[in-house]
């Protein structure tokens, strides 16, 4: 039986998560995932992952859900929930989940593929780990500029590589024509 | 922390990715599709720091970081694109958006 705190977490991001499925508002649909991640991020600091915790918080729940709020009250009339309900593609969508979550279901809970153990067990082929799990932040920069080094620069250029596409493609196209 | 076991996590994750990818299938709303495809993102992260922690091991937090720089600029990209198609056909409901011309 898990601890209180973690299925309280759980169960407060699956509900929020079926609300962003099941909600037929998109800025409803918003809240719900915001309400979902931070509940994975809650589920981060269980995990002992605090800087995961708050960097899922801060860019994930901050800045990524205010864009997604910007662009759908920018872009999403109100009137669109008065329109029949898809029936036959929800049918789909149900039967697909409960595929789905059986088959979760089997393979973590009943199957035995994952081992039991709590947190701490090191297993024999990880005995000589060179990077032993830190829950500190300064266990990510070590890391990060010794063996991820190239990973973290080709990480920078995607960001900038990103920046330069956003911009290029939120140039009016009239004005180009111009 | 001591009575919850991997498998909880997993079946976290799991049960996420499988609401996620509900969502992709049933709604219409090309904002809330990409919202579900953020949240089968998540479910995998979830799944990744999970095993990290119970591996002891500190690569797969490693790896999470790298997906959430690479989540944040793709969420940019994608909504400078959702937007730009909203300019040119004035819609962003998949049913509606059937055609590749104008």
Known sequence: MPDGLFIFFAALTLGAASLLVLSRNAVTSAMGMILALVGVAADFFLLDAYFLGVLQVLVYAGAVMVLFLFVIMLLTDTAESAEAYPWKSAALGLAVFFFLAAGAIWLFVWSGAVPGTAAGATPPELSANPSEFVTAAKGFGRLLYTKYLLPLEIAGFLLLVALVGVVSLSKDPVEENA | ?102
């Open chain 2, 1 to 102: 922390m001591e009575n919850t076991t991997l498998a909880h996590h997993l079946l976290l994750a799991g049960l996420l990715f499988a609401l996620g990818l509900t969502g992709v299938l049933v709604r219409r709303n090309l904002l809330v599709v990409y919202m579900c495809l953020e949240l089968m993102l998540t479910a995998a992260t979830l799944a990744l720091v999970a095993f990290s922690r119970f591996n002891r091991t500190m690569d797969g937090a490693i790896f999470v970081f790298f997906i959430i720089t690479v989540a944040a600029a793709e969420v940019a990209v994608g909504l400078a694109l959702i937007v730009a198609l909203y300019r040119r056909r004035g819609s962003v409901k998949s049913d509606e958006l059937v055609t590749l011309r104008d």
